[in-house]
C-alpha cells in the first residue's frame, strides 16, 4: 500500500491518499481537507473543486466512483453539492472536527468506465457488478417507519437489477438524526426487515455503521448507504466476529456484522463496520476514558483484520466519529503516531451508546487473494 499527502498552497487543500496496486487494476482512497481559512462554505467547496481537477490531472487513469461529502450543516450545504454523472454522491452532516466546513472522502479505481444511475452508481468490471447507492431517505414517520421504507425503497433499487439484499449487499450505512433517542426505532425496523429477507441470527447480517448524522431534509431521521456486488460465488466472501473480543451483536438486539471480507483472484477486500471499545459479553469498556477507548477500539479492529487475513498496514481509509469535540487534538496525536500518512477523517458523531466515546470504520485491501476467483 502506497500512502502519500499531497498539498495544494493556493487552495489550502491537502489530500491524504492510500493506492493498491496489484495485477491490472489499482484502487485509491483519498480524504481531502480543506483548511477553514475563515471563509464561507461556497468558498471551501470551491477551493475543494478546483484542488480536485488537479489532483484528477495527476491521476487522470482513475475513475472517482464515490464521494462522501461530511458537512458542517446538511440543510443548508447539500444544496450546493454538485450532482455528478458517473460517480455515486453521498453527503451528511457529521462536521469535521478540523474546524473546516467539508472534508470529502472519494474512492477512485483505474480503467474502469462507470454507468451511472438515480442515487447511485453501477460498474461491471472483470465479471462483477459493483452498486453504490447513496443518500436514501424517506421524511415521513418515526425512525422506525423511516428505516422500513428505506429499507425496501434500497431493495426494490436491487430487485430492479435481479438482485436481493441477502445475497448481495455487501456494506450498509445508517445515518441517524439525534442517535441517543432515534436509534432504536432504526433497530427495530432493520431487525423485522432483515428476518423477513432471510436474514438472521441463524445466517447472517450485513456489515454496517450506525451512527449520529443529520440528513439534508429536516424531517428525515435515516438516511442510507448501500455497497453491493454481484457475481461473488457463495463461499467468496466471509463475516468476521473477532470472539476472543466482541460478542455477537444479536446478544444486544442490533442485526450487524462486525466485518465482512470479501475476496477476489488479485486481492481481499476487508469492510470494518463502527467499532468501540467493547468486550466479548457486550460490555462498553473504559467508560469515561476516551484514551482508554481508542486503545480498545484498535485492538478490536486489529483481531478483525487478523480474522480476515490482514493486518492494520492494510488498512486503506478511516473514519473517526468523536462524541465530544473537545477530544479531537488528543485522540489526532494519538492517531497520528499509531497511523502516519493514513486517510482519516475525524467527524462530531456521537455513538448508537453514550457511554461510547468513539468508535472508527475502516476499509483495507490485503493482497491475499485466490487464484479460483476472478481478479477485482
Known amino acids: 500500500m502506497e500512502r502519500k499527502t499531497i498539498y495544494w498552497k493556493e487552495q489550502k487543500v491537502s489530500a491524504q491518499l492510500s493506492i493498491f496496486s496489484n495485477v491490472d487494476t489499482e484502487e485509491m482512497h483519498v480524504l481531502f481537507h480543506i483548511e477553514s481559512s475563515m471563509d464561507l462554505f461556497d468558498g471551501q ?18 475513475k472517482c466512483v464515490l ?9 443548508n450545504q447539500s444544496p450546493f453539492i454538485p450532482k455528478e454523472n458517473g460517480c455515486a454522491v453521498s453527503s451528511i452532516q457529521q462536521p469535521p472536527l478540523d474546524g473546516s466546513k467539508v472534508a470529502v472522502w472519494c474512492y477512485f479505481i483505474k480503467n474502469i468506465s462507470a454507468l451511472s444511475e438515480c442515487s447511485g452508481l453501477v460498474f461491471e468490471h472483470n465479471g462483477y457488478t459493483h452498486l453504490f447507492h447513496t443518500n436514501l431517505y424517506n421524511p415521513t414517520g418515526d425512525s422506525y417507519r423511516q428505516t422500513k421504507e428505506v429499507l425496501e425503497k434500497y431493495e426494490q433499487k436491487l430487485a430492479e437489477k435481479e438482485l436481493n439484499i441477502n445475497q448481495h449487499c455487501i456494506r450498509t450505512w445508517f445515518f441517524i438524526r439525534d442517535v441517543d433517542t ?12 432483515f428476518a423477513e429477507q432471510g436474514l438472521t441470527e441463524k445466517t447472517h447480517y450485513i456489515a454496517s455503521t450506525g451512527i449520529e448524522g443529520n440528513p439534508a431534509h429536516p424531517s428525515a431521521l435515516v438516511q442510507m448507504d448501500a ?15 473477532a470472539s476472543t473480543h466482541l460478542n455477537p451483536t444479536y446478544e444486544y438486539g442490533v442485526t450487524f456484522e462486525r466485518g465482512t471480507a470479501v475476496k477476489y483472484g488479485d486481492r481481499t477486500h ?7 471499545s467493547i468486550d466479548n459479553k457486550g460490555n462498553v469498556l473504559n467508560v469515561g476514558n476516551v ?30 466519529y468523536l462524541r465530544d469535540g473537545s477530544d479531537y487534538q488528543m485522540i489526532k496525536e494519538m492517531f497520528n503516531a499509531k497511523f502516519p500518512d493514513y486517510p482519516v477523517v475525524f467527524t462530531l458523531a456521537p455513538v448508537c451508546r453514550p457511554t461510547w466515546l468513539i468508535e472508527m470504520e475502516c476499509i483495507a485491501i490485503s493482497n491475499q487473494g485466490k487464484s479460483i476467483y476472478a481478479n477485482f
Open 45 to 62: 467547496l470551491s477551493r475543494f473543486s478546483e484542488a480536485f481537477v488537479q489532483f484528477q490531472a495527476q491521476y487522470p487513469y482513475f
Open 67 to 75: 464521494k462522501r461529502y461530511f458537512l458542517s450543516d446538511s440543510t
Open 182 to 193: 432515534q436509534y432504536a426505532g432504526m433497530v427495530k425496523a432493520r431487525r423485522e426487515n
Open 227 to 241: 455497497y453491493a456486488v454481484n457475481g461473488l460465488k457463495a463461499n467468496q466472501f466471509k463475516h468476521l466476529y
Open 270 to 276: 476487508l469492510f470494518i463496520s463502527g467499532t468501540a
Open 291 to 320: 484514551q482508554k477507548q481508542c486503545l480498545r477500539m484498535w485492538e478490536n479492529v486489529e483481531m478483525l483484520l487478523k480474522e480476515g487475513g490482514a493486518n492494520l498496514e492494510d488498512i486503506a481509509q478511516i473514519i473517526v
